[in-house]
C-alpha cells in the first residue's frame, strides 16, 4: 500500500503483567474506513487510543500521515479528532456552549459558525440551549461524534460510535460516515455490531483477547466467508 494515512506496526501494550493487546498490525489507506471489531475486553479502546497518540504502546510503531507522536506531538494530534467511549459529561453546560467550549480550545477558526454546522450534522440543532447531562445517551454520542468533526481532521477515529444510537440515528450515522469518507477523511472506528461494520466499513480487523485473529476487505470477507459474522465465528476458531 502506498502511503497509507495510518501505519501500526506491531504495537503490545504491557500494564503492569497483564498484556492488554499483542504484536497488532494494519494499515488504512487515506479516504477510507476501517473498522476494528471484537467482543469485549478485545483489546480494541486500547488500539485506538494508542492510534490516537493518548497511550503509548511498549513496543511497535505508529504513523499517522507520516507523522509519529514522539517526534511531533502538536502536529500529531491536530491530524486526529477522537471519539471516547467512556466520555463523563458533568459540566452544566448547553450543548452549544460545550462544543464552543472545546472549539475555543482548539482555537478553531470561525467557531461559532462551525459550531453551527456539526450541531447540525449531528441534528442537535434544536436542543443546542438544552443541558448536555438532560441528553440521552444516544444524544450525548451525537455530542461527542460533534466534537471529534470540529477542526475537520483528516483522521477520525471513533470508540464504539454506534452505541446507544437508535435505529434512525444509526442509519444517519451510515450516511455520514459515508459523506465524510467522500470528502476524503480517513475513518478508524471500534464496534462490536457487525452489522455496522458490514454496512460502512471498506477493511475490517477481528481482534479477540488482545490478538489479531483475522483481517480483510469487507469485499474479500464477504467472498471468502458469505458474511462478516461467519468470518468473525471463523476468526474465533468457532466454525
Ligand atoms: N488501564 C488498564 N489497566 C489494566 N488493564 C486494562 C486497562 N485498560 C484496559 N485493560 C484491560 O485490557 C483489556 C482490553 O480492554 P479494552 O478496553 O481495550 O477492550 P475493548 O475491546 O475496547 O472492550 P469493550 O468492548 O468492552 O469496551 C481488558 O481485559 C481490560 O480489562
Known sequence: ?????????????????????????????????????????AGKSTVLRMVAG??????????????????????????????????????????????????????IPRRKQRVEEVLALVGLADKRNSLVTTFSKGMRQRVLFAQALLAKPPLLIMDEPTNGLDPFWMNEFVKLLQNIREEGHTVLFSTHQLEIADRVADQIVFLNQGKHVGSGTTAEIRAEFGSLYAAFHHSLGLG
Not at 513496543?59 to 467511549?85: A, C, H
Open 54 to 107: 493518548i497511550l503509548q504502546p511498549t513496543s511497535g510503531e505508529i504513523t499517522v500521515n507520516g507523522l509519529k507522536w514522539k517526534q511531533s506531538r502538536k502536529r500529531f494530534s491536530m491530524q486526529i479528532g477522537y471519539m471516547p467511549d467512556d466520555y463523563q459529561f458533568s459540566h452544566g453546560l448547553s450543548a452549544e456552549e460545550l462544543l464552543n467550549f472545546w472549539a475555543a480550545l482548539r482555537r
Open 1 to 41: 500500500m502506498d502511503n497509507p494515512l495510518i501505519q501500526v506496526k506491531g504495537i503490545t501494550k504491557v500494564i503492569g503483567r497483564q498484556t492488554l493487546v499483542e504484536e497488532i498490525s494494519f494499515q488504512v489507506p487515506g479516504g477510507s474506513i476501517l473498522a476494528l471489531c471484537g467482543g469485549n475486553g
